[in-house]
């Protein structure tokens, strides 16, 4: 059987870096296995064709060209239906993203600005404590947020979250700005470095579109405990940031790399997108601003406490998790394609009440007895003939998979959904949550907030309210004891 492509469109070079490309890579990475991954840019240089083709199956070269939505047109003609598109770029606005939505395709976007409406079906912001709010979104948009989850790391990255780092080589320093560093910070920052006279050796990590490596290069040759590493693979990478216990890094892909390894970190920050991760490193201990700190830092033994201080902040939030999540994503977009949302009718009557009876429903539910066939006829049928009564059937094309209903009052709705035992624990209940908002909200305009009431222990169940973009309350315990209460405004 063949896979299902998912096609990534990034771009990079020496004048707009290469982090686009870089985390996008980095999801690719994550799904390859699963999925044949593709990747579409804009005249790349040798080295970046080489770095894509070490991850992707194959790469489409697109022309030189500023009229994304022009170019999205034109790319239509080479995608198959089934194909899931990935936007990392500053360029692909609303008007852009709307030629892939209209043409059928599942769209993720990674974003770092929430500057403008989005209408994929996926926002990725792997900076933490942003809040859903700053985003302009569809109804059925899901937002994944936050690196506990959703961090953009290759994988040898990610293995070395398992690893167990006790010790450091306290003299050794890393210092990265990322694959292009058009104003080279990577040399005034080595400069800084060694006038301090504090590390033995110092690895400088630049890529294949940094423009000054002849500067870089003789500076170098006068202190020979300057190692420069250029073009090298993630593994390589990651085990250089491991033999460091200090690091100097743009707020950006390879500081994330850096905490997923652990250690003492000091963050120049470099691009004004960048404020974000910037904020929430700093405010969770796991970065230091390096024009605030590193000019204090005269003790080697404060450097090593301060580095197992702050690597054990970094590991709450950089889990190692990211794989599994994201490809537990990628296939439900896969899967979702096929799904369709009706109206329950009478045919659903027994439908319903096997669902209803299903163990693990009961025990989440505020009456756990077994429910009884004539009192279920009674309810289903009252509820077709109440017309604030909504009930929905999500269906694959052989089979029903899940229920979602709605108790419709003005402007309120409150809705209650459950999935049937086959298909639970695969990451679909945010799935079925937007497909019922959806096709409520295009029968019923008027409503504007949609409730839902959740027993505390129904840990799957909160997760899906919580990614489908609700908000968490206490509920009045007297009705709903021991739940929470989700609220979402659409």
């Not at 961090?151 to 050794?172: H, M, Q, T, V, W």
Request: net charge negative.
């Amino acid at each position: 059987m063949n896979k299902i492509r998912v096609i990534f469109r990034a771009d990079g070079n020496a004048q707009i870096g290469l982090g686009h490309v870089t985390r996008s890579l980095a999801l690719a990475d994550m799904l390859r296995d699963d999925f044949e991954c593709i990747f579409a840019i804009q005249q790349p240089s040798d080295a970046i064709r080489n770095q894509i083709l070490e991850v992707c199956t194959s790469l489409i070269e697109l022309p030189l060209a500023t009229d994304y939505i022009q170019e999205a047109t034109a790319l239509l003609s080479r995608l198959q239906p089934t194909d899931i598109i990935v936007l990392d770029g500053y360029g692909f606005e609303t008007l852009c993203q709307r030629v892939y939505k209209q043409a059928g395709h599942k769209l993720v976007c990674i974003d770092d600005i929430h500057a403008y409406h989005f209408v994929a079906d996926v926002v990725v912001n792997q900076a933490g404590h942003i809040n859903p709010s700053r985003y302009s979104h569809e109804i059925y948009t899901q937002l994944c947020i936050g690196p506990e989850q959703y961090a953009l790391l290759r994988k040898p990255f990610l293995e070395k979250i398992k690893e167990n780092r006790s010790s450091f080589d306290r003299k050794k320093l890393f210092i990265s700005f990322g694959g292009g560093d058009n104003n080279d910070f990577t040399y005034s920052i080595t400069k800084q470095v060694v006038e301090k006279d504090l590390f033995d050796e110092i690895v400088v990590l630049v890529g294949s579109a940094y423009p000054y490596m002849q500067n870089l290069q003789l500076f170098s040759e006068e202190h020979s405990h300057i190692k420069i590493y250029q073009n090298i693979d993630a593994d390589q990478v990651s085990n250089l940031m491991h033999s460091c216990m200090a690091a100097i890094c743009a707020p950006s892909s390879v500081a994330y790399e850096y905490c997923a390894v652990g250690g003492l970190l000091f963050l120049k920050q470099t691009a004004n997108n960048q404020l974000g991760i910037v904020s929430f490193l700093i405010n969770e201990k796991m970065a230091y601003i390096f024009d605030e700190q590193f000019p204090f830092i005269t003790s080697e033994t404060a450097i090593e406490q301060d580095a197992l201080a702050m690597m054990q902040s970094q590991r709450r939030y950089f889990t190692g998790k990211s794989n599994k999540a994201f490809l537990k994503l990628f296939k439900n977009l896969a899967f979702s394609k096929e799904l369709k949302v009706r109206s329950a009718d009478d045919n659903d009557l027994l439908l319903f009440f096997q669902w209803a009876n299903d163990p693990e429903i009961r025990k989440y539910s505020y009456n756990s007895n077994p429910i009884e066939l004539e009192v279920h006829k009674k309810w289903f049928q009252n509820k077709l003939l109440n017309s604030n009564s909504i009930m929905y059937v999500v269906s694959t094309s052989h089979e029903p998979i899940a229920q979602i209903r709605f108790e419709v009052d003005k402007e309120e709705a409150i809705i209650s959904y459950l999935i049937d035992n086959k298909y639970r624990g695969k990451g679909l209940g945010v799935t079925v949550l937007l497909l019922g908002i959806q096709a409520v909200k295009a029968t019923h305009q008027t409503v504007a907030r949609i409730i839902g009431y959740v027993i505390k222990e129904n840990i799957a169940s909160c997760k899906a309210f919580e990614r489908a973009g609700f908000n968490k309350d206490e509920a009045d315990s007297d009705i709903y004891p021991n739940s929470y209460k989700y609220i979402l405004s659409v």
